[in-house]
């Protein structure tokens, strides 16, 4: 009997430089596919760097066809600016995998250094360094980020069959609305906030 074959997209949400690794999953074995990075630090306007964002990840989608998508969780520091406009891109990339009803699951940073590493404070040379003797490519990238993607799928790969309340999983558009409500409609009025869930939840029934 032949295992079934997977497609596993990993994505490293940013504002200046955004990564993607892709791994192809065979039952326990894993190889690598690609990875690639989307460099937006000759845009200034925000508004198109997301139409950027967007876009690719649509791209890229249609490129490799994963079969599910593991996404950097949202994190919280000092600059609120900086929070707001990462949430942004995570919040642009996630919304293009839903769209097309590709499972997401979240991993917050540690727990990506620490599947991969052992040591939830590695640094990005680390990450790569173990990467390259997991997945034997020959190159890595100045920047790195894509392979902080590559990380968060191997670590989605790591974590497969596992449950726990470290991850947030999502298998698609009306699945993500209704565990998020609040990151959804935020400080809405409460008559405001349900016509807009209820209207959200209706609109991925039409596309159906």
């Known amino acids: 009997m032949m295992e079934k074959e997977r497609i596993i997209m990993g994505i490293d949400p940013g504002t200046n430089i955004m990564g993607f690794g892709v791994i192809k999953v065979v039952g326990r074995t894993m190889s690598f596919v690609a990875m690639d990075e989307l460099d ?3 845009l200034d306007d925000p508004f ?3 139409q950027h964002i967007y876009k690719a990840t649509t791209r890229l989608i249609d490129t490799y066809l994963p079969d599910e998508i593991a996404l950097e969780a949202p994190f919280y520091g000092k600059n609120v600016q900086s929070m707001l406009k990462l949430g942004r891109a995570q ?3 996630m919304a ?7 499972p997401i699951t979240e991993y917050l940073p540690k727990r ?3 599947a991969i590493t052992g040591n939830g404070n ?4 680390q990450v790569a360094g173990m990467l390259v003797q997991l997945l ?3 190159e890595i990238p100045h920047h790195m980020d894509s392979t902080d993607a590559l990380g968060i799928a191997v670590c989605h790969f790591f974590n497969t069959g596992k449950t726990d309340t470290k991850s947030a999983s999502y298998s698609g558009w009306k699945s993500f609305v209704s565990q998020n409500q609040d990151r959804i409609t935020g400080s809405l009025p409460a008559d405001i906030k349900k016509k807009t869930l209820k209207s959200l939840l209706e609109d991925t029934k ?3």
């Not at 293009?96 to 590709?102: E, H, N, T, V």
């Not at 590695?122 to 040379?125: G, I, M, N, R, T």
Request: proline share 0%; charged share 40%; hydrophobic share 50%.
């Open 48 to 50: 198109l760097k997301l």
């Open 112 to 114: 990506v250094k620490m």
């Open 136 to 138: 034997h490519f020959k």
């Open 91 to 93: 919040g642009v990339a």
């Open 40 to 42: 937006m630090r000759k």
């Open 206 to 208: 039409l596309k159906k």
């Open 122 to 125: 590695a640094s990005k040379e």
């Open 96 to 102: 293009a995998g839903l769209m097309r009803d590709i």
